[in-house]
């Protein structure tokens, strides 16, 4: 331990046998070692993760992240502090993510003969992996708290600003996996998700640790005045963040286009096209003519206000449009006068029976079976859609076809007449924060196609869903979300659903197209506000322990 750093908490009262309460109950977590100490880890984080997307089980944060901070006080105390807060991270992260992508297995059974048999290596490795980040997180946490003296209040904003951290890394490096964020628990509230708007879902992972973690400094002795401050302050964060939200949500706009003033795209009406294939059924032969027809009749059926625009999801129909000039002739049939068809399509270059490039494109396509414009996806996803090191790995692709898909060319802001300009997302392009529009050019709306008949019913498409519509709230910008077996929704630049077809669900979807905000202060400034506000809670947690802000050991 560093020359005249105090023990932790827990480690002096266990000695001392002061500890009464909570402040003992805080000790004997602090200082459990070997099977119990994981065991109690890996389940702690297994229960933070219940408070994610679909669950909203918000309060299990506090147990989450408290019972962390004095499992991580336990570990200053002993021989090797980092090499045991970072074992004490890697089994909280271990519990949380195979708790919150337990549904990857939902992929490996669309064809269970072929890929059955990876699902252990595929979630229990990707969770051990994606564990790796909240080990780092809490052994940089305790690196800093030893380098810095930081005791009391302090030693949870260094959790906070640690663990934050490690979500942007885990948001690019390896081609970046951005799933379940702290701040994703308030995805069920537009009001709580409006501070986005301005710190992005950093931010709000920001607020949501240090709100949950706070309660740990009431083990703390003394329990000083500037203590109970800051668990006070703590404590009001998500009420000024509610208060916060709420006033803007009052000031916005109506997207109602029944009245006069809604704030619509005029003259645009939006049919998403739901058609509730299962992923076994999609690419069946006997079935891909049916399954084209499926799509193009719902196209066709009757509204009140007919519409202009209609959109299919990600590679809607067993075909490869551009290149099927029948297939593209009869799904032109879907296309309203004078209007378009936006669909998902996979794509390919080459000549048969020689070297063929794949693509999981979209395309906008006109009632005369032209295509106007093809966006590329640019962010595909590992071992889906292509195989790292498939010159060493012997596995498959889970997507069925012959090669991997080739990446496009980026992010790009499309012109498609009678429409504003379009920023295409295609499948998990709509997760990565600060990442989802053209660096050149900002567009009007954002349209993310997806097909999440991959994972089954259960969490992974609602999940998928709440992270996407972050987007909206983050950026200003509406965000149009068409999904083969669902969720298919329409979301205003508040984040806030304006229309919704469930998993499962066969249907369309009509809509007006919201009209963009202006700017706001994230899609200005992006991760910069975050990391100020990271640096300030950081310099503040330094330069309080000279002055007792922190709390006292």
């Known amino acids: ?41 890996a389940v702690l984080g297994a229960l933070t993760a219940l408070a994610m997307p679909p669950w909203y089980v918000v309060p299990l944060l506090l147990p989450g992240f408290t019972m962390l901070v004095w499992l991580l006080d336990g570990a200053v105390a002993t021989a090797r502090p980092v090499r045991r807060s970072a074992a004490t991270g890697f089994w909280f ?10 549904w990857l297995a939902e992929a490996f059974l669309v064809d269970p003969v072929r890929h059955g048999w990876m699902i252990p290596f595929a979630v229990g490795g990707l969770s051990a992996l994606l564990a790796l980040f909240p080990a780092a997180a809490c052994a940089a946490t305790v690196w800093v708290r030893r380098r810095f003296d930081i005791s009391g209040a302090g030693r949870v904003i260094v959790l906070a600003v640690m663990w934050v951290a490690f979500e942007w890394v885990r948001s ?40 949950g973690g706070m309660p740990a400094v009431l083990a703390d002795a003394p329990l000083s005045r500037h203590t109970l401050a800051a668990l006070a302050i703590a404590a009001l964060l998500p009420a000024l963040a509610f208060c916060g939200g709420w006033l803007r949500l009052q000031a916005a706009p109506s997207y109602d286009p029944g009245r006069s003033d809604a704030a619509i795209v005029k003259g645009v009406r939006l049919r998403i096209v739901q058609a509730g294939i299962p992923q ?37 129909v067993p075909y490869y449009l551009p290149n099927d000039a029948r297939a593209r002739e009869i799904a032109a049939t879907a296309v309203p006068p004078g209007g378009m068809l936006i669909t ?4 390919y270059d080459g000549r048969p029976g020689g070297n063929r490039r794949f693509w999981n494109s979209a395309i906008a396509m006109s009632a005369a079976g032209d295509i106007l414009a093809t966006y590329d996806k640019t962010h595909l996803v590992p071992f889906g859609e292509y195989v790292p090191f498939g010159n060493l790995l012997p596995l498959n692709r889970i997507v069925a076809g012959a090669g991997d898909f080739s990446s496009g060319a980026g992010l790009r802001v499309l012109d498609l007449p009678g429409l504003p300009a379009v920023g295409l997302l295609i499948c998990y392009e709509a997760i990565f924060p600060s990442a989802v529009v053209a660096p050149d050019r900002r567009p009007g709306w954002l349209l993310n196609l997806t097909n999440d008949g991959w994972f089954g019913v259960g969490a992974g498409p609602r999940q998928h869903l709440a992270i996407s519509a972050m987007r909206a709230t983050e950026e200003g910008l509406p965000l149009v979300r068409a999904a083969g077996t669902g969720i298919s929704v329409v979301v205003d630049p508040y984040g806030r659903q304006l229309g919704r077809l469930e998993i499962g669900e066969t249907g369309v979807l009509d809509s007006a197209l919201p009209r963009p905000l202006p700017p706001t202060p994230y899609a200005t400034y992006g991760n910069i506000i975050p990391v100020i506000i990271s640096a300030l809670l950081l310099l503040i947690s330094v330069k309080s322990r000279n002055h007792n802000i922190s709390g006292n050991f």
């Open 1 to 41: 331990m560093v020359s005249g750093t105090p023990p932790p908490p827990a480690a002096r009262l266990a000695r001392s046998g002061e500890a009464t309460g909570i402040r003992r109950f805080a000790a004997g977590v602090a200082m459990l070692s070997g099977s119990r100490r994981v065991a109690l880890t």
């Open 93 to 102: 992260g271990f519990g949380f993510f195979v708790t919150g992508i337990h």
């Open 172 to 211: 690019w490096i390896f081609t970046g996996f951005p799933w379940n964020f702290a701040g994703y628990v308030w995805s069920f509230s537009p009001v709580m998700m409006q501070p986005a708007a301005f710190a992005g879902v950093y931010g709000l992972s920001l607020l949501t640790i240090i709100a």
């Open 280 to 316: 076994r059924l999609k690419w069946r032969a006997d079935l891909r003519m049916n399954n084209l027809m499926r799509h193009v009749s719902l196209s066709r059926s009757e509204a009140a206000t007919p519409p202009t625009h209609i959109i299919w999801p990600e590679t809607a």
């Open 344 to 347: 998902g399509t996979v794509r």
